[in-house]
């Protein structure tokens, strides 16, 4: 069996399309939450994850602010809700679609592989491992959380680290990654093989379609979001770093 593991698609109709041509080859897909908010096309992103049979997905503190009107993310002092109001209107009666638990678990060659957006008690606080990713701090957040694999996403940051088990962040599809959706396939068949997937999109065309359809905040998105930089430097941070 072959699963992809993709994660914070935030709107991104652009990066989600060259990420399902990416992964055609998947057997099941686990998408780990934040699907709309962010970028221009809520609504056909929701559509793709509902539509397609082979997704499950976990719920991600932008689903859960454009669903029931909260304000949950890593940082308190920005104002969340007009946006999120914004998005609701996009999606119209599809809202009703956002129905997701905020954690999985499957089997997968004798291990344990549980999928969550940030953990399954808290789905949109900040995370310590963001700054200092090392396996005891990872070991000691995740503490009470089963599984033999921990795959989250949230901080839009690949990550794979060692630990007490191994830890995986896929990275983003659709939002802070320079104009390149990641992801990780994961390979059960032989064993547990991981490779990371990773496409190009068109940054311009995004920017583009949030300015045209006034998105709240589309500046501040777009400069932190959607800039040609990016934030993520490689398809994979792999940390062995014990502090």
């Not at 221009?40 to 992103?45: K, L, R, T």
């Not at 396996?135 to 690949?158: A, K, Q, R």
Request: include cysteine; charged fraction near 25%.
């Amino acid at each position: 069996m072959r699963i992809a593991v993709i994660s914070d698609l935030h709107g991104n109709m652009d990066a989600v399309s060259g990420m399902m041509g990416s992964i055609e080859d998947a057997d099941r897909i686990i998408c780990l939450g934040d699907v709309v908010g962010i970028g221009p096309d809520p609504a056909e992103v929701l559509e793709t994850v509902l539509d397609d049979e082979r997704i499950s997905w976990v719920l991600g503190n932008h689903d859960v602010n454009t669903r029931d009107g909260t304000e949950l993310g890593p940082l308190r002092e920005i104002k969340r809700r007009p946006h999120h109001e914004w998005v609701r209107g996009e999606l119209g009666d599809l809202v009703l679609g956002i129905e997701a638990p905020m954690s999985l678990s499957l089997e997968a060659s004798g291990r344990t592989l549980t999928f969550m957006h940030r953990h399954p008690d808290d789905c949109g606080s900040a995370v310590p491992y963001f700054d200092h990713p090392f396996p005891s701090v990872l070991d000691d957040f995740y503490s009470d959380v089963e599984g033999d694999i921990l795959f989250f996403g949230h901080t839009h940051i690949p990550l794979m680290v060692s630990g007490s088990r191994l830890y995986v962040n896929p990275g983003a599809v659709g939002a802070e990654n320079g104009g390149i959706a990641s992801a990780v396939i994961l390979d059960a068949e032989d064993g547990m093989q991981l490779a990371v997937r990773r496409v190009r999109y068109d940054l311009e065309a995004v920017r583009k379609r949030l300015r045209e359809k006034a998105a709240p905040y589309y500046k501040y998105i777009s400069a932190h979001f959607f800039s040609e930089k990016g934030y993520t430097p490689s398809p994979l941070m792999i940390s062995n770093k014990t502090g």
